[in-house]
């Protein structure tokens, strides 16, 4: 295991080494395939780029599948699939909510509030398998962000709830959903990425404003590249890394879904899209809105994002909804 030590918290020292608390509701059921599938960098991540490039504004989404997850989901942040029979969710349960100091206090703006954070396994069908819950009782930092998966590890950052503030980035075996510790960093954190042949992860802050590079391969002494996002339409909530493009000159490549509100008026919309991002310098090179929600009124774009090309078409895997979700699995008909 690596420890990035850009930032070491004491209180973060239980959460390394405590037993994992997990309720496993299909014994007999391992939690991936096996093998493991390979990752999109390594297998489908190029088609989804090509794919991606077909689609425009006016693209009919065709709705394929509304999967209804079994129990209780809290906020689901990020979603990886692994083959068409299993997806595992990071979710957050929140326990007291954050209220704003109406302030800057500490260079943040909210209380901590206070929650869990989980790794959730379903199977293609909505079957709950089994449920992780991957922070302490107390912890300050219980927001786990968005989910991605590397074919060996899934990764993913948990944070505290409010801007400005604290993380760690950590790996897990999806066979078993126990997390280890990476890098602990002075802000909030979330949608990471892993480059497996740069061997760096980058992860962005509160918003996406910020997307922090850190290299796995250095030894523990230098801090993370920052970059600005250029782009504000949407906040990218949750991205998958899809490899380094033939298309784009080699460059490493994000796909990333994400929503932003707009005061009209008095009337507030929400926006979503989806774009892929070069993770170097987080310059969106193809984004296009994605208008649908859910009948719940959710934009589909909300929260967790996947992707796959069926036939040489782009199929999204979203988790929009809270507390009961439902995977809306949608196909762009171009
Ligand atoms: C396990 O996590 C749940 C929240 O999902 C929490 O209520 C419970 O107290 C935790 N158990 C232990 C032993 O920490
Ligand atoms: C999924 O749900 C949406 C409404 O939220 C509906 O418009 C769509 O037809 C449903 N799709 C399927 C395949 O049932
Ligand atoms: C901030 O203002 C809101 C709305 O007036 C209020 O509900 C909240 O309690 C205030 N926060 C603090 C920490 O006083
Ligand atoms: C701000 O930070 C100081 C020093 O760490 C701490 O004592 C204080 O409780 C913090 N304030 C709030 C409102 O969290
Ligand atoms: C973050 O917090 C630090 C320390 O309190 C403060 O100096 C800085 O201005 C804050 N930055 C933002 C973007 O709020
Ligand atoms: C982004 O990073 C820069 C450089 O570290 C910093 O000055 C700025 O406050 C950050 N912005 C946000 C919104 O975090
Ligand atoms: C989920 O659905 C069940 C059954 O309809 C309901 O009792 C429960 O309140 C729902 N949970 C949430 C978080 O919406």
Redesign the pocket.
Known sequence: MLLYQYSVLAAFASSVTASL?ITILQPDVPFTPSPLPPSHADSDGEDIIVAFQNLGRTTIWKSIANITYEGDTWEPEGIVRLGADRYIVSAN?YTESTVPYNATINGTDRTAGAG?A?LIVFSGDGTRIA?A?IS??GDIEYHNGGLDYDGENLWGAIAQYRPNSSAYVYKADPETLRPKTVVRYDDHLGGVVHDTTTHKITALNWGSRNASTFRLNKQPTQPPKVVRNPSFYIDYQDCKFLGHSALYDSKPIMLCGGIASYAFGSKVIYLGGIALVDVETMVPLAEVPITGQTALGYPLTANPIDASVEDGKLRLYLLPEQGNATLYVIEAQV
């Open positions: 608390n349960q869990f989980h449920d819950t302490q009782r």
